[in-house]
Structures are given as C-alpha cells and as structure tokens.
C-alpha cells in the first residue's frame, strides 16, 4: 500500500464490494482540487477552445476504469494519481491542437506542463504585495510579467515545487509525490527559487 494515504484503503473496499456510488463520492471528493490544477495548467493557447471541467470529468472517468490497476500497480498516493493522469490528458490535448499542426522538430522537444496566464497572476498575487489603487494595479501587472519571467529561468523542479505549493495548493507530501522527489527536497527547492526570486524582482520581494 502507498504509505500514508488513507485513500488507498478505500479505493480497496470500493472496488472489491463493486460499491459504484462510492466510487462517484470519491471522486467527487477529488473534482474541486482537480478542475484547480487543470485551470492552472490550461495552455493559454487551448483556454477558447478547452474547458477545464470537461477534461476533469474525462480524468475522472478514466480514473474510476482504472481503479483496478491503481490497486494492483499501487504507483502514487491517490490524489497525485488523479493528478498525473489529468497532466497526461493535458499533454494529449497540447499535442492534438497544437503540436499536430507544426513541424516535427516541435514535437521531438519534451513537452511539460505549463502555466496558464490566471496562474502566473495568482502565484504573482501570492509572492508580492500589491495594493489597489491604480498605479498600484499597473505595478501589480508589471510584477506579473517579472514574475513570469523570472519563473522562467528558474530550473523546472523549482518552479514546479512553487506552483504545486502555491498555486495547486499540494501539501509537501503530495508535491514530493508528484515530481519523484523526497518532502525534504521539495522544501530546500522551495527555499532556493523564493530567494533567487527576491533577488530577481528586488524591492518587490517575494
């Protein structure tokens, strides 16, 4: 059994009873969190034509087939689960609309999961402060576009463990499990992107 996830022995009493209705409260549980993530992680060029609640009732469903195998293979706690397979239907999506219709050469490079323009706001909203008065909203667009800047230089494993924390709202536990990393880890990136952040916005510090 994953250890520490109370989910796990659920999901074994629901698929062994055939218990249907459990199955829907437990993944009903999980939508909120879920349509959280896909929001976040919607490829702006996709946010016209994809509805994030359409791609978390599709990750549901295919969870709710697969809970079978999540008992057999028993790969992550339940919900960086759920997580990874919403990530693998955003990728699918990415690659259809958008990846199709170029080059090759776009598709040979490794696709990650990427930020949404709310996203970049929120986590810009979480890292500095920022007042509402006009010229305080036109300083707060400005620090956004810092933000997204400087998020991307970052290393990946440091901006994700910023996202996951801030933005997705993981615990320490469950962002260690989504990116293959130990809580420890998770809190020394944490503290190595904050600081390089304070020094690339300077007097807007993090």
């Given at each position: ?5 109370s989910?796990w022995?659920?999901v ?14 437990l993944?009903?549980k999980?939508?909120a ?14 946010a ?9 009732q599709e990750?549901?469903m ?6 079978p ?5 028993q790969p992550l706690p ?7 397979l ?5 990728a699918n999506?990415?690659?259809r ?6 080059r090759?050469v776009?598709?040979e490079?490794?696709?990650q ?10 986590l810009?909203d979480?890292?500095?402060?920022t ?12 620090l ?5 800047a400087a998020?991307g ?6 901006r994700?463990?910023?996202?996951l ?7 320490p ?8 990393i ?5 809190g020394m990136r ?10 690339e916005?300077g007097?807007?510090?993090?």
């Amino acid at each position: 059994m994953v250890e520490g996830d109370s989910d796990w022995d659920l999901v074994s009493k629901l698929v062994t009873s055939q218990d249907e209705r459990g199955v829907e409260e437990l993944m009903a549980k999980h939508r909120a969190r879920l349509r959280r993530m896909v929001s976040a992680r919607l490829d702006p060029r996709l946010a016209a034509r994809i509805d994030p609640s359409d791609v978390v009732q599709e990750t549901l469903m295919e969870a709710a087939r697969r809970l079978p195998d999540y008992l057999r293979e028993q790969p992550l706690p339940f919900y960086p689960w759920l997580r990874k397979l919403a990530a693998h239907r955003l990728a699918n999506l990415v690659e259809r609309h958008i990846h199709a219709q170029r080059r090759s050469v776009t598709r040979e490079k490794p696709w990650q999961l990427g930020l949404s323009d709310a996203s970049i706001a929120q986590l810009a909203d979480h890292l500095v402060a920022t007042g509402s008065s006009p010229s305080r909203q036109l300083i707060r667009q400005e620090l956004q576009d810092q933000v997204r800047a400087a998020l991307g230089r970052l290393p990946y494993l440091d901006r994700e463990v910023l996202v996951l924390q801030f933005v997705e709202q993981l615990s320490p536990k469950e962002t260690a499990a989504a990116i293959g990393i130990s809580p420890e880890a998770v809190g020394m990136r944490r503290l190595r992107a904050l600081r390089r952040l304070s020094a690339e916005l300077g007097e807007h510090d993090p």
